[in-house]
């Protein structure tokens, strides 16, 4: 069941930066034909990204206190020490920014220049953060994994 | 003729603002529950975990800044510039914290 949760909080946090790439390329196009589609995919994001949250939300207080215990036994500590401090923070702005993409992408797109340069920046700011969320999540999978290797060899 | 129309929605500006200062309190939250634990324990005592209280407390405070600052002007390249800003800084408080303290 725990790596079910784990598996789903990954699969949102990517569903979420993809949404926001979409957001991105659409965006950089904006049109009468693609503005509505530009508005779903940024709420689509954002719920997304809330899934995600919670989702991993469950899983760091509810499963990680076991992983955390394998990982600072392990030859891996900075997988928990460093990795896992900043990534369950920096997520809490990602969360922050992923909210914002709809609001920002509710006004015309078409017509104001502004709006569009503001969404292209937010929307930008998303995957970058993003992906070093993901990296990070890999290194703490990773952490745990060398640790339970260590343990058996 | 020019058909452009530059001005943001009211809720654009206000929860940017909100964005940007919540970023900035999400990075300051940290390093106050790290050097404190008398900051870490208050906020596992109100909620069972740290981290929860910590979400709980940026997250509201988005909202209730989103509404407190509904009637601040502030120009679109002004906002975009604090926003991309503040998040560059409060993401690198957060990495060079743990980096040093870590």
Redo the contacts between chains.
């Keep these: 069941m725990s790596e079910i949760i784990l598996m789903a909080h990954v699969l949102f946090g990517v569903a979420c930066i993809i949404a926001a790439v979409w957001v991105f390329v659409d965006v950089l196009n904006a049109s009468e034909r693609n503005q509505k589609r530009i508005q779903w995919i940024s709420r689509a994001a954002a719920i997304f990204m809330w899934i995600a949250f919670i989702i991993g939300g469950y899983w760091y207080v509810v499963f990680y206190p076991a992983d955390k215990a394998i990982i600072l036994k392990g030859p891996w500590p900075f997988a928990h020490e460093y990795f896992m401090e900043t990534k369950e923070h920096l997520v809490i702005m990602l969360l922050l920014l992923v909210t914002y993409l709809p609001i920002a992408a509710s006004n015309n797109l078409v017509a104001n220049k502004d709006a569009r340069r503001l969404v292209l920046w937010v929307s930008a700011l998303v995957p970058l953060l993003g992906l070093m969320i993901e990296g990070h999540g890999a290194v703490i999978a990773m952490g745990v994994k060398v640790a339970l290797l260590a343990k058996h060899i | 003729m020019d058909?452009?129309?530059?001005?943001?929605?009211k809720?654009?500006t206000s929860?940017?603002l909100s964005?940007v200062v919540?970023?900035l309190v999400?990075?300051l939250l940290?390093i106050a529950k790290e050097i404190s634990p008398a900051v870490q324990s208050a906020m596992q005592k109100l909620t069972?975990?740290h981290?929860?209280t910590?979400?709980a407390i940026?997250?509201i405070l988005?909202i209730v800044l989103g509404f407190f600052f509904a009637n601040v002007a502030i120009s679109?390249?002004r906002?975009?510039k604090t926003?991309?800003t503040c998040?560059l800084i409060?993401?690198l408080i957060?990495?060079g914290f743990?980096?040093i303290a870590?």
């Design positions: 058909s452009q129309n530059n001005t943001l929605s809720q654009t929860f940017g964005l919540c970023s999400n990075a940290v069972g975990h981290w929860v910590h979400s940026v997250v988005f679109v390249n906002l975009i926003i991309v998040v409060s993401g957060i990495v743990y980096l870590g």
